[in-house]
């Protein structure tokens, strides 16, 4: 069974810097497209950036350009979101998602890292 645990969530002022990870397991990681996604209380889910297979292609949501980077470490099984300059509006729970091959929408979700921006 996958499973996908998020860490490196907590309360930092704005203008800060955290860095989340997250940690596969049960699966082979470097088959999967790896996402960020994000939720604030009372609002919808969000895409926030992905990365692919090998890592050679991210795409980020235009809120975070500029501000946040995705990685992977695939001998880790380790997907990272680096996140600058954070903004009281980047509070959120924090998920990071997997998705297989051929698939449509992502397979695998993790229970989330809570972010808290304080202004």
């Known amino acids: 069974q996958v499973q996908l645990v998020e860490s490196g969530g907590g309360l930092v002022q704005a203008g800060d810097s955290l860095r989340l990870s997250c940690a596969v397991s049960?699966?082979?990681?470097?088959?999967?497209?790896m996402g960020w996604f994000r939720q604030a209380p009372g609002k919808e889910r969000e895409f926030v950036a992905s990365?692919?297979?090998?890592?050679?292609?991210?795409r980020y949501a235009d809120f975070v350009k500029g501000r946040f980077t995705i990685s992977r470490d695939n001998a880790k099984n380790t997907v990272y979101l680096r996140m600058n300059s954070l903004k009281p509006e980047d509070t959120a729970l924090y998920c990071c998602?997997?998705?297989?091959?051929?698939?449509?929408?992502?397979?695998?979700w993790g229970q989330g890292t809570q972010v808290t921006v304080s202004s």
């Open positions: 049960g699966g082979t990681f470097s088959r999967y497209d």
């Open positions: 998602a997997g998705r297989t091959i051929y698939a449509n929408d992502y397979n695998y």
């Open positions: 990365i692919s297979r090998s890592g050679g292609s991210t």
